[in-house]
Every structure is written in structure tokens, then in C-alpha cells.
T-cell receptor, first 116, second 113 residues
Framework: NAGVMQNPRHLVRRRGQEARLRCSPM?????VYWYRQLPEEGLKFMVY????????ESGMPKERFSAEFPKEGPSILRIQQVVRGDSAAYFC??????????????FGPGTRLLVL | GQNIDQPTEMTATEGAIVQINCTYQ??????LFWYQQHAGEAPTFLSY????GLEEKGRFSSFLSRSKGYSYLLLKELQMKDSASYLC??????????????FGTGTQLKVEL
């Protein structure tokens, strides 16, 4: 059973370009969470999605950031017109459809975005 | 609001015991998690507490007091490979019952010879 997959692992963009980060959850998981980790800071929740639905986007910046989780294919976090402050590690996590009380979220390896 | 505090860094000796504390104030609570994160890698799950008391798992134990908003992670028989950042996270039901995690900034543990 493969773990959470993220690609690319490293992404370099110039200011003003678009960044697309992909996440494939573990098999049997339909709950996806995106977190951002800025240098020397903790992980910050961005958005929670289920298939074809955004459930909680309270941590998403109001502009330039969007997320989707289509019926088929991976979840995508899109950052338009990137700025240097977007440079961070972006982690995706997934959890089971029917989580047990102690069921945790399983994290992918992350995408490290560098904006030049 | 959400507030999770843990020490920024700690140093301990190989073979010793270390306790990493975490205090939290969150609007919702549905369990507390500890994760380990090595530099440049994904967080990996260590332990989970939802009821008061101690949970033991090999060399790692975690304690929770909900009334005090307090948890600690205890690492025994420290090994060099335990050098990592340890993240305290509270599960918050959030919007739609999503159970999002709110993380502290992490405690960087350095194990020395």
C-alpha cells in the first residue's frame, strides 16, 4: 500500500509564474489536507478537501491560492503569480474515509517550492 | 484562538531520558498528536492521546491532561537517530468536522554523545 505521494518534490519558479503541486492520497483515503511550513516555523493548516468538495479553507490566503480534489486524479494546490514569500515546504496529508478515534493523518514527503 | 507552545530546542545525552512539554489553548479539541520530523522530511506519527493519562509505545510515551491543556512526550534510551524536531499537534473538529491539525512550532532535539 503506497503512502501519500506528492510531486514534484522540488519546484523552482520565478516571481509571477504559477506553481502546481500535486498530491495523491493513500489508497482508501478520500480526505486530503494541505499544510504549509515556512522556514523555521511550524506547519500551518491551509485547506481540507474531500472528493470534489472543499470542506474547510479557513487557512488559505484569500488571493492567488486555490485547491481542488477532482473525482478522478490527484488533489492540486495551485499558486498563481508566486512571490518570494510563497517559498516554503507544502505538505499534503490524507486520512481514511471512516477514521477511527485515534486515526492520524498520514503525510506525504512534501513539495519544496523556491521562488526566485 | 489557537495557541500551542513548546520549547524551541533541547539537548540531551545518548542513553538518557528527555521530556518535551506542550501546552495548548484551542477552540476545539479532539485529541493530541506527537509527530517526529527529520530535516527535509515528512512528519511521521509517534503517538496519540484523547483521554487523560499516559500512553506508552516502546521507547516513547505521551501524557495528556485536558484540564490543564498540557501534554508531554517522553523519550527513553535516547539514540543519535532521535535527533529531530518533535511536533505537538491538536486535532480540531473545525469546519465540517474535518479534524484539521493545529501544530506547535516544534522542539528541535539534539542528542549528543
Amino acid at each position: 500500500n503506497a503512502g501519500v505521494m506528492q510531486n514534484p518534490r522540488h519546484l523552482v519558479r520565478r516571481r509571477g509564474q504559477e506553481a502546481r503541486l500535486r498530491c495523491s492520497p493513500m489508497k482508501g483515503h478520500s480526505h486530503v489536507y494541505w499544510y504549509r511550513q515556512l522556514p523555521e516555523e511550524g506547519l500551518k493548516f491551509m485547506v481540507y478537501l474531500q472528493k470534489e468538495n472543499i470542506i474547510d479553507e479557513s487557512g488559505m490566503p484569500k488571493e492567488r491560492f486555490s485547491a481542488e480534489f477532482p473525482k478522478e486524479g490527484p488533489s492540486i494546490l495551485r499558486i498563481q503569480q508566486v512571490v518570494r514569500g510563497d517559498s516554503a515546504a507544502y505538505f499534503c496529508a490524507s486520512s481514511p474515509d471512516l477514521p477511527l478515534q485515534g486515526e492520524t493523518q498520514y503525510f506525504g514527503p512534501g513539495t519544496r517550492l523556491l521562488v526566485l | 484562538g489557537q495557541n500551542i507552545d513548546q520549547p524551541t530546542e533541547m539537548t540531551a545525552t545518548e542513553g538518557a531520558i528527555v521530556q518535551i512539554n506542550c501546552t495548548y489553548q484551542t477552540s476545539g479539541f479532539n485529541g493530541l498528536f506527537w509527530y517526529q520530523q527529520h530535516a527535509g522530511e515528512a512528519p511521521t506519527f509517534l503517538s496519540y492521546n484523547v483521554l487523560d493519562g499516559l500512553e506508552e509505545k516502546g521507547r516513547f510515551s505521551s501524557f495528556l491532561s485536558r484540564s490543564k491543556g498540557y501534554s508531554y512526550l517522553l523519550l527513553k534510551e535516547l539514540q543519535m537517530k532521535d535527533s529531530a524536531s518533535y511536533l505537538c499537534a491538536v486535532r480540531d473538529p473545525g469546519v465540517g468536522g474535518g479534524n484539521k491539525l493545529t501544530f506547535g512550532t516544534g522542539t528541535q532535539l539534539k542528542v549528543e554523545l
